[in-house]
């Protein structure tokens, strides 16, 4: 669950959702600057579903009794999210070894990259578990992958590094689109036709509806992605009155607009 804040009301909008964000921008990804996507229809569903792990939990979303609301993404224990991303792999599988693969390649990374679980002798434990785990099924995917024609190129180390940052790109994208651009934000490590480079995000005059991106990463001249939310205009005491206040909370449909700078 992550949360956008229009007026007094916040709006819940859901990790599945923001996921498909990021898929809507993986459709469109790529031009002279910044090359293609390849394979590009299995790395736009790994960049669609890649917090499939997540369905579980927010079918039935905790409380932080802090707050009143359920707990954001960014608040779940260790030992919670290490289970949620251990099990999206397998809710990956059907979709295909490549989107598998992709899946468990983004958890791992975002374990790496932010390591605040590096605080806590126990969640050192059950993240560096974690960590051994699905490196292992990792490397079985790509001996698997790496022997069928279609797929050999992709298991590369450059290959599959390269559609992991990209598919951690249109992540950080979309967290920044759906929870609202309120300042300048820059991303680094944007995979490139010829390397990497750093993207930067603002609004336009201050609406979040609308916003520029430089440098310009997409095949056409602006971008438009749609995604839904719940407005949660109360907060609750307790778990059974949150998450009944969250299936009767109206839905909003909303849209960012991305053009060139």
């Known amino acids: 669950m992550l949360y956008r804040t229009i007026g007094e009301n916040r709006i819940c909008i859901t990790q599945p959702t923001h996921a498909w964000v990021s898929g809507q921008l993986a459709q469109v990804w790529g031009n002279e600057t910044f090359g293609s996507v390849t394979p590009h229809h299995a790395v736009c569903l ?14 039935a979303p905790t409380l932080n009794p802090d707050t009143g609301y359920p707990h954001s993404f960014t608040e779940v224990a260790p030992e919670v999210h290490t289970k949620l991303w ?34 806590s002798p126990e969640a050192t434990r059950i993240v560096e578990t974690f960590l051994k785990q699905e490196k292992e099924f990792q490397q079985h995917l790509i001996a698997q992958l790496g022997q069928d024609p279609a797929y050999q190129p992709y298991v590369m180390p450059e290959a599959y590094a390269r559609n992991q940052r990209l598919v951690a790109t249109v992540d950080a994208l979309s ?87």
């Open 175 to 261: 967290l920044a689109i759906c929870m609202g651009v309120t300042k300048q934000q820059q991303f680094e490590q944007v995979p490139s036709a010829t390397g990497e480079t750093t993207l930067t995000l603002m609004s336009i005059n201050d609406d979040l509806t609308q916003l520029w991106l430089e440098p310009w990463c997409f095949q056409a001249n602006e971008v438009t992605v749609v995604f839904e939310g719940r407005i949660l205009k109360e907060k609750a005491n307790n778990l059974q009155t949150m998450r009944d206040q969250l299936a009767k909370a109206p839905w909003v449909t909303l849209t960012a607009t991305l053009r060139p700078r």
């Open 86 to 119: 251990a099990g999206a792999k397998h809710l990956a599988m059907p979709m295909g070894r490549y989107v598998a693969l992709l899946v468990s390649l983004h958890g791992t990374g975002l374990y790496e990259r932010f390591t605040h679980w590096k605080r």
């Open 46 to 59: 790994g960049a669609e579903q890649h917090d499939i792990g997540w369905i579980p939990w927010e079918s």
